[in-house]
Nanobody, 122 residues
Framework: QVQLVESGGGLVQPGGSLRLSCAAS????????MGWFRQAPGKDREFVAG????????EYADAVKGRFTISRDNAANTLALQMNSLEPEDTAVYYC???????????????WGQGTQVTVSS
């Protein structure tokens, strides 16, 4: 069983940066695709970014391309999301996922973190 613990959320001004982290524990971490979804109040949860188990293939939502960078360190069992040039529209709860035997996106065998709040406001 995989457990995910997120950190790094908080309040930041527009144009600022945050780095989210997701620490994974349990078996078969290197066999899981990992990534991030986000959900703003009153809106559906949406895909943000994902990376395959080797770290060589990444995907991004159009809204964050060029601003966010996803990376993973399998030796350290960690996933990171570097968020630059943040906008108020990025305000949401960000959820980490680990998808067993998946390429990049979540599968029907996906673990989820508890979520961490990101607020972009003046």
């Amino acid at each position: 069983q995989v457990q995910l613990v997120e950190s790094g959320g908080g309040l930041v001004q527009p144009g600022g940066s945050l780095r989210l982290s997701c620490a994974a524990s349990g078996h078969a971490f290197s066999r899981h695709a990992m990534g991030w979804f986000r959900q703003a109040p009153g809106k559906d949860r949406e895909f943000v970014a994902g990376v395959n188990w080797s770290g060589f293939r990444s995907e991004y939502a159009d809204a964050v391309k060029g601003r966010f960078t996803i990376s993973r360190d399998n030796a350290a069992n960690t996933l990171a999301l570097q968020m630059n040039s943040l906008e108020p529209e990025d305000t949401a709860v960000y959820y980490c996922y680990a998808a067993f035997m998946a390429n990049v996106r979540p599968s029907n065998r996906t673990y989820w973190g508890q979520g961490t709040q990101v607020t972009v406001s003046s």
